[in-house]
């Protein structure tokens, strides 16, 4: 069975960078979409990057242009680099692998 373990997250001031990490367990990585996904308190959960098996992109308006999705296949690994980072950004993030549940996500916040 396929486990997901986000990691990276912290506390950084408005304008900084941050690189969240997702390992994935097991086999399929290489065949599957990646995504990262937020949930700020109160707010629902929202995509914020998805990455297909063969490297197709696409962001969320409010991370365009700031936020970086890649994967390394060989290693089962997603990244999300994350620059730029404004309060807004504050949530918990989860990646997201079609059919494995989600792990338990890495907390950033963003202040001063």
């Known amino acids: 069975q396929v486990q997901l373990v986000e990691s990276g997250g912290g506390l950084v001031q408005p304008g900084g960078s941050l690189r969240l990490s997702c390992a994935a367990s097991?086999?399929?990585?290489?065949?599957?979409?990646m995504g990262w996904y937020r949930q700020a308190p109160g707010k629902q959960r929202e995509l914020v990057a998805i990455?297909?098996?063969?490297?197709?992109?696409n962001y969320a308006d409010s991370v365009k242009g700031r936020f970086t999705i890649s994967r390394n296949n060989a290693k089962n690994t997603v990244y999300l680099q994350m620059n730029s980072l404004k309060p807004e950004d504050t949530a918990v993030y989860y990646c997201?692998?079609?059919?494995?549940?989600w792990g338990q996500g890495t907390q950033v916040t963003v202040s001063s």
């Open positions: 997201k692998m079609p059919g494995v549940s």
């Open positions: 990455i297909t098996s063969v490297g197709f992109i």
């Open positions: 097991g086999s399929g990585f290489s065949s599957n979409e």
